[in-house]
């Protein structure tokens, strides 16, 4: 589950026109997180910001939200053709863009080193698109979403 996701950000960093090099050099440390919260069930959500490097604005963001069901699925998928719809539809970024990749967790939960409590930038004036479920690895699921000015 934890590749897919940072497979997913990776698609959608790329195909918005963003260098890919930052997620790449701290793919370790997102892998690390990401396998330790979803553990502990701990992840609710990571979000892409993309924002104008001299502002701090929002430009575009990406959620994608987990879903623990165990229920017996026993499902294997990224649902890529999707996310590539919607990033088309979401537009490429502009050159002065650059991204922060966040972790929404429960309270409580395990410290991972190089991670802290952050805060995100507002989505005042922004309209968020769902796009269901994209991502699905034996009953443990990501919806994504993405948000744009309305």
Known sequence: MADNILKSLKDIIRLSGLDPAELANSWESKMRALKTWLGTQDLERVVLEVYNKR????????????????????????????LKYHI??????????????????????????GWS??????????????????????????????????
Request: glycine share 14%; no cysteine.
């Open 55 to 82: 502002t701090g604005a929002l430009i575009v963001r990406w959620d994608i939200d987990i879903v623990y069901s165990w229920n017996g699925g026993g499902g294997f998928w990224t649902d890529t053709d999707q």
């Open 88 to 113: 088309r539809k979401a537009g490429v970024a502009p050159s002065d863009a650059s991204y922060d990749i966040l972790m929404k967790t429960k309270p409580g939960r395990p410290d991972v080193p």
């Open 117 to 150: 409590i952050g805060a995100y930038r507002s989505t005042d004036g922004f309209v968020r698109h769902s796009l269901g479920s994209t991502i699905e690895h034996s009953g443990l699921g990501g919806s994504a979403a993405y948000w744009r000015k309305n």
